[in-house]
């Protein structure tokens, strides 16, 4: 007996992965394009770093299965409306895809588990696998196991926030809240379920990649928070060779790509689609973009093989790593994920608009890009290390420093005040740390004055400081490891 009890508990620890802590929960939502493939492989390099709760098949303006009927669909996006015009279906990547790359994380995962315990277990995360709405773009009719798994999790128990990442529309998370809507606004409970509901589930979209927010979300659940992604994710998509500063392309380039992350790193990055490498999507007939005889004069450029090609995507998740800029719950502090502004007429809806950009030093403007672009570098740096986790030892691969500021996070001053900031590194791998130290104007008040005194920090306020301003101060720590791995500190000073 005693034996049996504790195999079934083993099973469950691993159907369950490992306890969440204080990690941010998260559903991902994906239509299959080529990016969210690689988004995908990203992401479970990432998964350590989140509690992955769903994994769900959903549709999008770009990507349907159709019902199998000769059911034709035409468009209610007007730029895939004049692209396509009345389609049965359209790009459809099936419903395998997801499950072939947790195969190939299956054989990585006793690797990565050196470097991090947190990885969750293959098990576990074929456990999440669910099909949701994907018949037609903007299909939310019918009740499917995604649906109605977004929904046991949004009523849950547990009162943490949930982060629905829609990599493609928004239909499947739109027909969980309907089956809620349906099954309690009848109760007299309902304005406390709806609440709850509103406070826990935290949209983050790319793009609107069909209309079911703005037909029924906005509208029937406006108090949801929705993290908009218009612009920013483009950077870190197809056209990342017109958006992203020139001192950063080389990192998505063909030799870095080959060389630090795709070759010789195991199955799983194997897999992942670049240009020029000879792999095809089944069921997608415009991802050609791994024919060798097409780089030159393609959509997005003319490109060399094994250059990135797209995971728009991307910061839907990486919104959720802590690399300690305390962007999780201030979308408009930026940070890996881009970085939101509260909408005018809107306070619960976070958009990427002008309002959201950054100064861009390499043209000297406000690029709303750059409030994404500023931090790939240290991001792809990031990536290429959890790369090297998939085939190497401990000893012989580089992990991130920490970063401390012993004041805090969160400081107060006075206008013209001078203060002090004490900084302690802390590197797993005994590298050396660099520091530096730089102001973030566009997320505060201003620009207060910033100086390194070793591992000590000056910093001056402005002497117009007003009552209710901040200033916010980022600490950066880059060890000398290869790669080169990044952390940071902001503090924010609240002025009295």
Not at 359 to 369: I, L
Not at 377 to 401: C, G, L, T, Y
Not at 426 to 453: F, I
């Amino acid at each position: 007996m005693k034996k049996l009890l504790l195999g079934a508990l083993l099973l469950c620890v691993s159907l369950m992965g490992l306890a969440k802590g204080n990690l941010p929960r998260t559903i991902v939502t994906t239509d299959g394009e080529i990016d969210d493939v690689d988004t995908f492989i990203r992401m479970l390099y990432y998964s350590n770093e989140y509690h992955v709760e769903g994994l769900i098949y959903s549709s999008s303006m770009w990507h349907y299965k159709g019902d199998g009927k000769g059911t034709k669909f035409t468009s209610e996006m007007e730029m895939t409306r004049n692209m396509y015009g009345s389609k049965t279906d359209l790009r459809w990547p099936g419903v395998n895809w997801i499950q072939d790359l947790l195969k190939a994380y299956a054989q990585v995962h006793p690797n990565l588990i050196l470097h991090d315990k947190n990885y969750p277990s293959p098990a576990y995360l074929n456990s999440l696998v669910k099909v949701g709405n994907i018949d037609f773009e903007g299909e939310m009719e019918q009740v499917t196991e995604g649906s109605e798994w977004i929904k046991a999790k949004l009523l849950d128990k547990d009162p943490e926030p949930i982060y629905l990442q829609a990599w493609g529309g928004t239909n499947t998370i739109a027909r969980a809240l309907k089956s809620i809507e349906e099954q309690f606004s009848a109760d007299k409970n309902w304005p406390a379920i709806k609440a709850k509901i509103s406070k826990k589930a935290i949209i983050y979209t790319v793009m609107d990649q069909d209309a079911t927010y703005k037909n029924y979300i906005g509208g029937h659940w406006p108090e949801i928070r929705v993290f908009y992604n218009a612009h920013q994710f483009g950077s870190f998509a197809y056209p990342w060779k017109r958006l992203m500063p020139k001192a950063t392309q080389p990192y998505f380039e063909g030799p870095y790509m080959a060389n630090k992350i795709i070759l010789d790193h195991g199955p799983l990055l194997k897999m992942y689609y670049s240009y020029g490498d000879g792999q095809k999507q089944p069921g997608d007939d415009e991802h050609i973009h791994g024919d060798p005889t097409k780089l030159t004069n393609a959509q997005w450029g003319s490109f060399v093989p094994y250059d990135f090609i797209s995971e728009g995507d991307s910061p839907a998740f990486l919104h959720l790593v802590d690399v300690g800029l305390n962007n999780l719950n201030n979308p408009s502090f930026g940070g890996w994920g881009g970085r939101f502004v509260q909408a005018k007429d809107n306070p619960y809806r976070y958009e990427d608009n002008e309002q959201a950009a950054d100064f861009n030093p390499e043209t000297g403007k406000m690029d709303v890009n750059y409030a994404q672009t500023r931090w790939l570098i240290a991001a792809q740096e990031d990536f290429a290390a959890r790369a090297d986790w998939s085939v190497k030892a401990f000893r012989d691969a580089n992990h991130p420093p920490q970063i401390t500021v012993t004041e805090g996070m969160n400081i107060h001053g006075k206008a013209g005040q001078k203060l002090t900031l004490h900084v302690i590194t802390k590197d797993p791998d005994g590298q050396v740390v660099k520091l530096s130290v730089w102001p973030y104007p566009e997320t505060g008040s201003g620009k207060a004055d910033v100086n390194m005194l070793e591992n000590n920090i000056e910093v001056t306020i402005p002497a117009t400081a007003k009552e209710g301003d901040n200033y916010h101060v980022v600490v950066e720590g880059t060890d000398s490891g290869s790669p080169a791995l990044t952390r940071y500190r902001r503090v924010v000073i609240h002025i009295q």
